[in-house]
């Protein structure tokens, strides 16, 4: 079981910079989940795919976001012109429901961004 | 507005002293309630569920977790902690219905440290 991927776990940027995560789900799980997580909070949601299909994107994604996930297997998310607010943690999470059921969400170990 | 609120922000125990971490949610129609851990280094992991039926439903590790429907809480216990239960533990929910996605809504996270 080789759970939930993600890289780089941290990546150092200067502002303006574009940056882009890969996230590798847990194999044959439907869904897909991003999350961002700051200093003290606990995760917002960002985005989730069914499959290759991008199903939802929180009002946080700004323009300058955005993320792919091709084929159904692994996810991309990338930053345009990043700003120090976009410092934080980044979160992917797997889960198997592709019913109106919930399963379990299965969280990587992150990505964390720093923005100089 | 969907919400979690979570109550303490840190709390400080002793070995062998009881916990209780205090978890609110704000959400219209059916939901799914969970708490996540994450200890020191790691990544979130799941502790508990609550989806129907008996509303006291037990974790790993010997932690439970309360849903009284009447006050929208779902407080996570344990009746003696142990230093190895130092942790940042999120209280979060979910929505049932399948256009909502599964996606969580996590409170803000309590930071508990248990002193041996």
């Known amino acids: 079981d080789t759970g939930v991927s993600q890289n780089p776990r941290h990546k150092i940027t200067k502002r303006g910079q574009n940056v882009t995560f890969r996230c590798d789900p847990i194999?044959?799980?439907?869904?897909l989940y991003w999350y961002r997580q700051t200093l003290g909070q606990g995760p917002e949601f960002l985005t989730y795919f069914q499959n290759e299909a991008q199903l939802e994107k929180s009002r946080l994604l700004s323009d300058r976001f955005s993320a792919e996930r091709p084929k159904g297997s692994f996810s991309t998310l990338e930053i345009q012109r990043t700003e120090q607010g976009d410092s934080a943690m980044y979160l992917c999470?797997?889960?198997?429901?592709?019913?109106?059921?919930?399963?379990?969400?299965?969280f990587g170990p992150g990505t964390r961004l720093t923005v100089l | 507005a969907q919400s979690v609120s979570q109550h303490n922000h840190h709390v400080i125990l002793s070995e062998a002293a009881s916990l209780e971490l205090g978890c609110n949610y704000s959400y219209g129609g059916t939901v799914n309630l969970f708490w996540y851990v994450q200890y020191p280094g790691q990544h979130l992991q799941l502790l508990l569920k609550?989806?129907?039926?008996?509303?006291l439903v037990k974790g790993i590790k010997g932690f439970e977790a309360e849903f009284i429907k009447s006050k929208f809480s779902f407080n996570l216990r344990k009746p003696s902690v142990q230093w190895s239960d130092t942790a940042e533990y999120f209280c979060?929910?979910?929505?049932?219905?399948?256009?909502?996605?599964?996606?969580?809504?996590f409170g803000q996270g309590t930071e508990l440290s248990v002193k041996p």
């Open positions: 609550y989806f129907s039926g008996d509303p």
């Open positions: 999470a797997s889960s198997p429901t592709a019913s109106g059921s919930y399963n379990e969400q299965f």
């Open positions: 194999s044959e799980h439907n869904r």
């Open positions: 979060a929910v979910t929505g049932l219905l399948y256009n909502q996605g599964g996606k969580l809504i």
